[in-house]
């Protein structure tokens, strides 16, 4: 009985105290995962800078390599692995937006490869990009009136 | 040192994300969209500019960075090309990332099956 009640006591302590130090561990691990990408990708960024690189070129360079990189561990199933731990870091880098077009193409892939690899690859980014685009649009309407 | 704030400023983002996911229920899906708008209007004002000034990578690779291109995009063409440049500016930014991407995530399809789900 003494164990029995024990158990109950202590899974109200867990109860208790895990919402708030889940949320806390979480942000933890997001935090770290998600500055380490940004992290190598500014080192990326600094070594084509300094080999003379224009802004805007370098930029997309990092991307591009972040995107691939991401890309390929999508693949070899190691980003969604990641992604298990790291929960936000790992989705909000441009490698999280690589690895959501990666990731479904491949799963649908049965589904052919127009309306499975080509339609589902869009499931996350199509949003995003149809978002992007309205946002641009509100943007570029207001600065030209305003300018 | 820039590595430095891009490792703070860029993880910083991604705790607002995973607040947001912890916190308020939106799912991922919804968090990328709302990063993206946030950045290309934090980017219309030019304030998201000044964050990449600061924290580089650490702002860019993030997706608000993504809706940031998008406005600076759509302010250079409206800025080179007019009025056209309204409905070409965000495209024409968001080509380079949005290309790599579906190139290599179609090709990753490919050459990859589908795993079986235990």
């Known amino acids: ?147 | 040192m820039n590595i430095l704030w891009a490792f703070i400023v860029g993880g910083a983002i991604c705790v607002i994300g995973q607040l947001l996911i912890d916190l308020t229920k939106l799912t991922p899906a919804r968090i990328l969209v709302l990063f993206v708008v946030a950045g290309c209007i934090l980017g219309g004002f030019g304030w998201y500019d000044k964050l990449v000034e600061f924290a580089g990578a650490g702002a860019s690779i993030p997706l608000p960075g993504f809706g940031n291109l998008l406005a600076r995009g759509v302010k250079k063409a409206v800025d080179e090309r007019g009025f056209l440049g309204v409905i070409t500016g965000g495209f024409t930014a968001m080509a380079g990332g949005v290309t790599v991407a579906v190139v290599f995530g179609y090709l990753a399809a490919l050459i990859s099956s589908p795993k079986h789900k235990k």
Do not use: W
């Not at chain 1, 029995?4 to 202590?10: F, G, L, M």
């Not at chain 1, 937006?97 to 127009?114: C, D, Q, S, T």
């Open chain 1, 1 to 147: 009985m003494a164990t029995q009640s024990d158990k109950k006591q202590y899974d109200e302590m867990v109860k208790a105290a895990s919402p708030a130090s889940t949320v806390g561990v979480n942000c933890i691990k997001a935090f770290l995962v998600g500055g380490s990408i940004c992290a190598i990708g500014q080192v990326f960024y600094n070594m084509f800078h300094n080999r003379g690189f224009a802004k805007e070129d370098a930029g997309l360079m990092v991307a591009g390599i972040l995107i691939v990189t991401a890309i390929i561990l999508t693949v070899l199933g190691l980003y969604n692995k990641l992604g298990k731990h790291a929960g936000a870091g790992s989705v909000v880098p441009i490698t999280g937006f690589a690895n959501a077009i990666a990731a479904p193409a491949i799963e649908y892939k049965k589904e052919g490869l127009v309306l499975g690899v080509g339609a589902k690859m869009f499931v996350i980014a199509g949003p995003v990009i149809v978002y992007g685009a309205m946002a641009s649009v509100v943007v570029g309407l207001i600065y030209y009136f305003v300018k």
